[in-house]
C-alpha cells in the first residue's frame, strides 16, 4: 500500500487519498456496539425451568443486538438480557404463554437512550394459551433502507 502512494507523483492526490484511507479506516473501526444487558443484571427474572408451566427462551435470529427483552405477560414483565446476533437466553417459567405474546425490544447504543420496539397483541381473540412445554420466541430484526422490520415466532422445543 505504501509503494502504491509513493507512486503517484501529484502531492494533492496523495495527500486526498490519505486522507480518504485515513477517513474510511475511521468510520469502518468506530461502530459503536450495542448495550448489552446481562442476565445478572436483572434480579427480578431468574433463570429457572420446571416440569408444570411453559418455559421461555429468546433467540436472536436477526442482525442487530438487543440490549433487553421484556415479555408483556404480565403487569411486571418478564425481562430477558441482551442478546448479540445468534444468541440464545436461558429458558425463564412461566404458568402460561399466549400464542400471540406482546414484546418489548429495547436497543441502546448510548447510556441514557433506549429505543423500544414494542409489539403489542391487540387482544388474544383467536389465540390460545400454552400452559406445557418448552418455547423458543424466535425474534428477527433486518434493516431494510434504514427502516427496521420485525417479525417473531414461537417454536415449540422437544421436552428434554
Same mark, same amino acid.
Given at each position: 500500500?505504501?509503494?502504491?502512494?509513493?507512486?503517484?507523483?501529484?502531492?494533492?492526490?496523495?495527500?486526498?487519498l /490519505?486522507?480518504?484511507?485515513?477517513?474510511?479506516?475511521? @468510520?469502518?473501526?468506530?461502530?459503536?456496539?450495542?448495550? /448489552?444487558?446481562?442476565?445478572?443484571?436483572?434480579?427480578?427474572?431468574?433463570?429457572?425451568?420446571?416440569?408444570? $408451566?411453559?418455559?421461555?427462551?429468546?433467540?436472536?435470529?436477526?442482525?442487530?443486538?438487543? =440490549?433487553?427483552?421484556?415479555?408483556?405477560?404480565t403487569?411486571?414483565?418478564?425481562?430477558?438480557p441482551? @442478546?448479540?446476533?445468534?444468541?440464545?437466553?436461558?429458558?425463564?417459567?412461566?404458568?402460561?404463554?399466549?400464542?400471540?405474546?406482546?414484546?418489548?425490544?429495547?436497543?441502546?447504543?448510548?447510556?441514557?437512550?433506549?429505543? =423500544?420496539?414494542?409489539?403489542?397483541? =391487540?387482544?388474544?381473540?383467536?389465540?390460545?394459551?400454552?400452559r406445557? $412445554?418448552?418455547?423458543?420466541?424466535?425474534? =428477527?430484526?433486518?434493516?431494510?433502507? $434504514?427502516? @427496521?422490520?420485525?417479525?417473531?415466532?414461537?417454536?415449540?422445543?422437544?421436552?428434554?
Amino acid at each position: 500500500m505504501c509503494n502504491f502512494i509513493n507512486e503517484i507523483k501529484d502531492e494533492k492526490n496523495k495527500l486526498l487519498l /490519505i486522507n480518504v484511507l485515513l477517513m474510511a479506516s475511521f @468510520l469502518l473501526g468506530c461502530q459503536t456496539p450495542y448495550h /448489552i444487558v446481562g442476565q445478572d443484571q436483572i434480579a427480578n427474572s431468574p433463570c429457572i425451568t420446571a416440569d408444570s $408451566g411453559v418455559n421461555i427462551r429468546i433467540k436472536n435470529n436477526g442482525k442487530i443486538a438487543f =440490549t433487553k427483552v421484556v415479555l408483556k405477560d404480565t403487569k411486571s414483565g418478564l425481562e430477558f438480557p441482551g @442478546l448479540k446476533p445468534g444468541q440464545v437466553s436461558c429458558y425463564k417459567n412461566r404458568s402460561s404463554l399466549w400464542s400471540n405474546p406482546s414484546l418489548d425490544i429495547q436497543m441502546s447504543k448510548q447510556d441514557g437512550y433506549i429505543q =423500544t420496539l414494542m409489539l403489542l397483541a =391487540t387482544d388474544h381473540v383467536g389465540e390460545s394459551q400454552i400452559r406445557h $412445554g418448552y418455547i423458543t420466541i424466535v425474534i =428477527t430484526i433486518t434493516k431494510v433502507h $434504514g427502516k @427496521l422490520n420485525v417479525k417473531y415466532d414461537l417454536i415449540r422445543e422437544p421436552l428434554p
